[in-house]
């Protein structure tokens, strides 16, 4: 099986969005990004629904990065469904969100995500933050060949 090396990213903040794909692409992190913009989309595309029912494994993502507040479905029942399901039960999810709530942080890692990173206001930071993501997660983290 071949490594999938596509990016999942679940946003619904257009700005947010294309500074995070601008942030990879800044950095060299070639991968291919899949947009989904809100929480509907993001399970439509993990599990192979609607527009991409067409979808196979190999369309799984290497990482989820996720937002919390989105419409339709949260984040948070993201998450809860992506670990309910045997065929993404061990993806790598990072909450990425301007959440600094205690509540969504313990929910987030009680559903397991893999890391909540706090978005920064500031641009710069904000550009570094998405570049170590990108660093780790794509680069240095090791994952199952099969999910």
């Known amino acids: 099986m071949i490594k999938n090396t596509k990016i999942l990213l679940v946003e619904d903040n257009p700005d947010d969005e294309a500074l995070t794909i601008r942030a990879l692409k800044h950095h060299n992190i070639a991968n291919d990004v899949v947009v989904a913009r809100d929480g509907v989309e993001a399970l439509d595309y993990l599990f192979c629904r609607g527009k991409y029912a067409g979808n196979t494994d190999n369309d799984l ?75 780790y997660w794509l680069v240095l983290n090791q994952s199952p060949t099969q999910f």
Not at 81 to 108: C, F, G, Q, W, Y
Not at 112 to 135: C, H, T, W
């Open 61 to 135: 993502p290497q990482v989820v990065l996720l937002d919390l507040k989105l419409p339709k479905v949260d984040g948070l029942e993201v998450l809860k469904e992506m670990r309910a399901n045997e065929r993404t039960s061990a993806l790598p999810v990072v909450v990425l969100t301007s959440s600094n709530e205690e509540k969504d942080i313990v929910d987030s890692y009680n559903l397991g995500a893999n890391s909540y990173v706090r978005k920064p206001v500031d641009f710069v930071q904000f550009i570094s933050a998405v570049e170590q993501l990108g660093m």
